[in-house]
Structure formats: C-alpha cells, structure tokens
C-alpha cells in the first residue's frame, strides 16, 4: 500500500516539482518560506492521496498550492494580499503527459550531469566516485583520504544539492532564462484554455 | 507553527543523513526500524525522504557517463558529461550543428595514437579466444572467465575474447543476452555488424537479423555507437528500458516500462512473450527457435493480431491454439506447418 503511494507520489507529483516552484515564487514573496511551503503542500497531497489518489495529479498538487497560499494569506500575518492579485484563475497545465515528466535518456542525463557539476568539489568529486565509477562510500574515503563518516556527510550533501537542482527545473536557472521561460509557459497555458 | 524558515530544512537534513547512512551499506534492521518509525512520525518526513530519495536513485543513471572512458579520477567539470553529451543523440538522426567539435578531435587523436600502438596492442592483449554456436532450436548460457554471463538463443555465433583492457565480444549472428560483470578497467564491447554496444556492469541483449541490429536494456546504460569510429553514424545512450533498432543509417530508440523489455528477452526462460503483434511476426519469433518451421500461405493470416505467452518449443501447441481462437486452417507436417484462411 504505502509503496504504491510512495510510487506514485514520486511518479507522479515530485516530476511536477519545476512547475510547483514556478506557481510557489510568482505567488510567494518570501524566498525564504519557500522551501517550507513546498515541502507542505507535498506533506499536503501525500495525505489527500492515501484515501483518494487524485485523477490529475498535477493540476492537484497546483490547486493545493493554490490553496494553502491562499490559506497563509488570510491568516494576514505573513503577507499582505495584495501581491497574489491573479490568484483567481489558476493556470494549470491539465496535461498530463508534461515535458517535466522524467523521461529516459538524453535530457535528465544532461539535467543530472548538470547538477552534478553544480556541486561543491570536494562533493562533486564523492559523488562521481559513487555514483559513476560506483565505488563503495568505504573505497570512495580511501581513494580520496579522508574518512568514512565525511564521505557520508558530502553524499547527504549531495543528495539535497542534486534534489534541488534536478528537480529544480526553471528555478534552478538563471534569472533571466528562468523569466523567459515563464512568459513561455503563460502564453502555452492560454493556448490550452482556449482549446 | 509548521512553517518557521528552517523547519523543511532541518527535516531535509534528517532525511539526507539517514539515506546516507543506508548508502553507506552497514545498514542493520535496527537501522531499518529506527528509519520506518521516522518515516511514519510526518508526512513531511515521508515525502522529504521520498524526494531524496528518487533524484539519489534517478542519479545512478550518471554511471552512463563513465561507460566506456578510462578510468582515471574525476574528470574536470563540464568535461566530464556535457561536452561528451552534445555529442550523444537519442534521436534517429544526429544534428550535424555539433560535428567536428572537441570529441572527434579527440577520437580521430585516439585513432592515431591506436595505428602507433596497435601492433603492441595485438600481441599482448587477447587471452582467451573463444567461439560459441547454438544450433536452431537450442539456447545456451555460458559464463565467461571474467564472471560475466551470455545467454545464446537458437542459431547464434558470439566470439569471445578477453583481454586486459578489453571484453570483445563479437555476435556475428543471432542474439544473445549479456550480463556483464562489473569491471571499470576493462569496457564491456559487443560488436555487431558495423555497430558496437558498450557497457558497465549492465543486462542487454543483442541481435542481429537480415537488416537490422535490435538492442534491449533491461539494466543499466549501454552506449551505441559506430564499430569503425565512423564519425558520421551517432552515438546513442541507452538507459534500462530502451529497446534501439538500427537499420543502416537509422536509430529508432521506443522507450518501454522493464516489466514490457523483459518480456523481449523472455526466450531465456523458453518463453515468447507477444503483445498485439501480427502474426506474421509472431510466427518468425517461433521459426528462429525451432526447425519445423510454420509457413503463412495467405496473407490476411499474417496479419491477424495476437497476445499471450508460449512456450517457444511448442509450436504445434501454438497453432492448435490459433485455430481454436482464429480463422486458420493448419497443415501440419514433419517439416513445416502451413497456415491457411479457411
């Protein structure tokens, strides 16, 4: 049961991560609370989907950001209203199959060797002896010198690095690439409500 | 109260350090216990774990970045994919925008420095030559000396030899299923035809027929990619799944679920495995493992569409079951059996 949920929660609603960043730093001014936001809105499906899973997962999980965005706002100590003013329509991709879908080959290749040259070096380097040349955590220490227990924190490390990075999509580039892209992806959502 | 600035964080820390920890492989089911009863105290335990979790697993796929390369340290960034990755295509055709650039600088270097060397090369390198040949009907599992294993299906010729630096096998025809040892040192090559398919550590199949080349991966990343270095063919990038099929200059890449590859290499267990495929199809399935060949003598029973799953040895079974369930009328012979409409 929970592994099927698990499965699910990451086939389906984690892959949506990028866009769920893009909704949370349009309508969220607080950069700061973002991570926190995100992480309650997943906490949030997670539990919905355990009695019901969701037809479409994705405009699911955007309409419970929607929702809990709206819910903080009206608690009024966070922030003030006036920032989300195009909260009313919310413009959801109901397509499912969506290009932020982890599909095989070259792309996430790219996207994960990405994030991996975006870590640290010293992490960078734990993470290639393990993950490419598939040394043990105990081979990786001996081969760069250092201790079992410090490789063990550079992957922990790592994982949260690569987590936000692939998974990141849009939010993870550069501003001006990233702004580009949301003026994309507003004129590719009216053309779907038009349909 | 759930939303103070480090609370994601912190709980993110947490469920870092416990995957790490499981990485790290002294794992005890004390551990095991302790990490469930973390897991079930919050859902935002659960899905902070649970997205960590996938990218770490999803990152494995970056061993497809050491396929093939020596293995000396860690590359410099950029150097290490992306340079190489421009260079890959998952598509039949490769963009001719990126030829000509630093890689095939380097492989016709390499191409150089192999003329120089290769004399040397030749004398020391291969240990053990051996040549494997199933007769129609019959498949075989062999174990190599490096502790890799080949499954030969009916009808197969693979030449094996195992060098120092290399494992090169040669599947002059037929098809067979690999599972390749783990070995950094020494690439895991299958040449077939003017194609090659490198791996690491990895299960694929190969297989030749009249004008095509197919490539299954149930395991692993393997690269295809020209046998003579031919800089105009692509290289493609192979994950678990992939199922490539290369007719002279094209690569069709389908990716598939593992449960649906696993089936294409199911004729190790004695099993085909046909899912909507014209009968046409299916009946050659049968043929290349059996000598008592089925023949089609009318064309609107070729193209009947079929499932299910039989016993490649039985392939009178299979008719049988064909003339119950369809419009086929079956001639069965010592030789052959010939279908026909009624």
């Known amino acids: 049961m929970t592994a099927d949920l698990d499965a699910w929660f990451v086939e389906e609603i984690l892959v949506h991560e990028g866009a769920l960043r893009h909704y949370l730093a349009r309508h969220w001014p607080n ?66 199959v969506s290009p932020e879908r982890w599909c095989g080959g070259r ?39 250092i201790t079992e227990k410090t490789v063990e924190k550079h992957i922990a490390k790592g994982m949260r690095l690569l987590a936000d990075q692939f998974l990141g999509g849009d939010d993870a580039q550069p501003r001006a690439r990233r ?10 959502d009216d053309a779907r409500h038009a349909d | 109260m759930h939303a103070t600035p480090t609370d994601a964080a912190a709980i993110e820390t947490v469920a870092a350090d416990w995957l790490a920890r499981r990485d790290a492989g002294a794992w005890s089911d004390d551990d095991a216990r302790a990490l469930e009863a973390w897991l079930q105290a919050a859902t935002a335990h659960r899905v902070a774990f649970l997205r960590l979790d996938a990218v770490w697993a999803e990152s494995g796929r970056l061993q497809a970045l050491g396929a093939g390369r020596d293995r000396t340290g860690v590359p410099p960034r950029a150097q290490a994919g992306l340079a190489d990755l421009s260079m890959l295509t998952f598509a039949p055709r490769a963009s001719a925008r990126h030829r000509g650039r630093g890689r095939w600088a380097a ?51 693979l030449a094996v030899r195992l060098s120092r630096s290399e494992r090169h096998l040669v599947l002059a025809s037929g098809e067979a299923f690999f599972e390749a040892a783990k070995d950094p040192q020494r690439p895991f090559v299958v040449e077939a035809g003017d194609r090659r398919v490198v791996a690491i550590g990895t ?29 105009r063919q692509p290289t493609t990038l192979l994950p678990a799944g992939s199922v490539a099929t290369v007719r002279r200059d094209a690569v069709l890449v389908r990716s598939l679920s593992l ?80 279908l026909r409409a009624p």
């Open chain 2, 259 to 338: 449960a649906e590859v696993e089936e294409l290499v199911d004729w190790r267990s004695g099993r085909l495995v046909f899912r909507d495929t014209a009968l046409t199809d299916a009946v050659a399935e049968f043929n290349r493992f059996n000598t008592r060949q089925i023949v089609i003598a009318d064309a609107s029973v070729g193209a009947l569409r079929i499932g299910g799953s039989f016993r490649w040895e039985n392939a009178e079974g299979f008719v049988r079951l064909l003339e119950r369930g369809f419009p086929v009328e079956a001639e069965y012979g010592r030789e052959k059996i010939v």
């Open chain 1, 31 to 96: 950069v700061d609370e973002r991570a926190d936001l995100r992480q309650e809105v997943y906490a949030r499906v997670y539990q919905a989907a355990a009695s019901e899973l969701p037809r479409h997962p994705k405009a699911f999980l955007l309409t419970t950001a929607r929702h809990l965005v709206v819910d903080r706002a009206r608690r009024g100590k966070v922030v003030s209203i006036e920032p989300m003013g195009d909260l009313e329509p919310l413009h959801v991709l109901v397509d499912e």
């Open chain 2, 107 to 157: 492989a016709a270097f390499a191409a150089c420095l192999a003329l120089v060397a290769g004399g040397a090369w030749f004398v020391s390198a291969p240990v053990d030559p051996v040549d494997y040949h199933t007769p129609r009907g019959v498949t075989r599992t062999v174990t190599l000396a490096d502790g890799s294993s080949t499954t030969l299906a009916s009808n197969t010729a």
């Open chain 1, 179 to 188: 702004d580009a892209g949301a003026d994309h992806r507003d004129a590719d």
């Open chain 1, 107 to 145: 792309q996430v290749l790219r996207r994960l060797s990405d994030a991996l040259d975006r870590l640290p070096d010293r992490c960078r380097e734990v993470v290639w002896l393990r993950r490419v040349e598939e040394l043990s955590q105990r081979e990786v220490a001996q081969r760069m010198g």
């Open chain 2, 203 to 231: 299960r694929f199949s190969v297989r030749r027929e009249a004008d095509a080349l197919r490539v299954v991966v149930t395991e692993g990343t393997v690269r295809l990619e020209p046998a003579d270095g031919d800089i």
